[in-house]
């Protein structure tokens, strides 16, 4: 999958894109990502890129003629075909299912705003879709771009191994993640849950199916909502509220603190 970015601060994203799990899937040949500073697109002496905003008020605001002039010239004969999507707070709300509709792209090209926002008519006539990361105010789009950019290249095959692709599976069915444990078995006297330890596969299975519906009730009721849930899962959760695990769920938090409390105490910290 090939992206173009647009930005004026190439150099904070390169280090991320070229780092672990993303610079792998680059080398590999599964992922391209090309950074394209804005500034080169100007024509002016001073490489201006941006000006006071008409009818006064503060701030500044990107100019529309380097952007324009930069995606045009790398996308060429694509435009039209490749969506361009600018990285906005105004913008639709970014989430699993968008990642999933645009690693199935062969590509896409992202342009990334900064100072009080970019030209209206870059938002009316260049780009053909516009994408928020959440509903707070960044200084720039180059975090939201990365945030786009590694939510998606994960979702290309072949992109995470075997291992990491199986939890993948989760986040994608609208539901939160079981807890997760690795050794030792026992860290200050805190023991890892037994039926882990078991070896016992479907048993396994079944406790983090479990785990994974009960967080998501707490946490994100919301997502469930959209989750279609089996006629299997909807018994569990029925079976988990008459049994007021759910509730018991704030007391757990508690007797963790308090065992924490007590750990520091007896350890002088
Ligand atoms: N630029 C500034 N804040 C942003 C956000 N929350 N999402 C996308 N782009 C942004």
Same mark, same amino acid.
């Given at each position: 999958?090939?992206?173009?970015?647009?930005?004026?601060?190439?150099?904070? /994203?390169?280090?991320?894109?070229?780092?672990?799990?993303?610079?792998?899937?680059?080398?590999?040949? %599964?992922?391209?990502?090309?950074?394209?500073?804005? $500034?080169?697109?100007?024509?002016?002496?001073?490489?201006?890129?941006?000006?006071?905003?008409?009818?006064?008020?503060? #701030?500044?605001? /990107?100019?529309?003629?380097?952007?324009?002039?930069?995606?045009?010239?790398?996308?060429?004969?694509?435009?039209?075909?490749?969506?361009?999507?600018? %990285?906005?707070?105004?913008?639709?709300?970014?989430?699993?299912?968008?990642?999933?509709?645009?690693?199935?792209?062969? $590509?896409?090209?992202?342009?990334?705003?900064?100072?009080?926002?970019?030209?209206?008519?870059?938002?009316?006539?260049?780009?053909?879709? &516009?994408?928020?990361?959440?509903?707070?105010?960044?200084?720039? #789009?180059?975090?939201?771009?990365?945030?786009?950019?590694?939510?998606?290249?994960?979702?290309?095959? #072949?992109?995470?191994?075997?291992? &990491?692709?199986?939890? @993948?599976?989760?986040?994608?069915?609208?539901? %939160?993640?079981?807890?997760?444990?690795?050794?030792?078995?026992?860290?200050?006297?805190?023991?890892?849950?037994?039926?882990?330890?078991?070896?016992?596969?479907?048993?396994?299975?079944?406790?983090?199916?479990?785990?994974?519906?009960?967080?998501?009730?707490?946490?994100?009721?919301? %997502?469930?909502?959209?989750?279609?849930?089996?006629?299997?899962?909807?018994?569990?959760?029925? @079976?988990?509220?008459?049994?007021?695990?759910?509730?018991?769920?704030?007391?757990? @938090?508690?007797?963790?603190?308090?065992?924490?409390?007590?750990? @520091?105490?007896?350890?002088?910290?």
């Amino acid at each position: 999958m090939r992206m173009d970015v647009f930005t004026l601060l190439p150099e904070v /994203m390169e280090t991320y894109l070229h780092t672990s799990i993303l610079g792998r899937a680059q080398t590999a040949g %599964l992922l391209d990502v090309k950074l394209h500073n804005i $500034r080169d697109y100007t024509t002016d002496r001073h490489r201006t890129t941006d000006d006071e905003p008409f009818g006064g008020g503060g #701030g500044m605001v /990107m100019k529309p003629e380097p952007i324009f002039a930069a995606v045009e010239t790398i996308l060429g004969s694509g435009l039209g075909e490749v969506p361009v999507i600018l %990285l906005t707070p105004q913008g639709r709300l970014f989430s699993q299912k968008v990642a999933m509709e645009l690693s199935q792209l062969p $590509r896409l090209a992202l342009i990334c705003g900064r100072y009080e926002g970019v030209d209206e008519r870059i938002r009316q006539y260049l780009a053909t879709d &516009e994408l928020s990361i959440g509903d707070y105010v960044l200084t720039g #789009g180059e975090i939201p771009a990365l945030t786009v950019i590694d939510a998606v290249a994960r979702l290309i095959p #072949g992109v995470l191994g075997d291992s &990491e692709a199986m939890n @993948k599976d989760s986040h994608t069915k609208g539901l %939160l993640e079981h807890p997760h444990y690795t050794r030792p078995s026992n860290f200050r006297g805190w023991e890892v849950p037994e039926v882990l330890l078991s070896g016992d596969h479907g048993r396994i299975d079944a406790w983090r199916h479990q785990q994974s519906l009960k967080r998501t009730i707490i946490r994100r009721p919301d %997502l469930l909502r959209e989750a279609h849930l089996s006629e299997h899962d909807q018994a569990i959760i029925a @079976k988990m509220i008459e049994d007021k695990e759910v509730r018991l769920e704030d007391e757990e @938090k508690k007797k963790e603190k308090v065992k924490s409390k007590k750990w @520091k105490m007896e350890n002088g910290k």
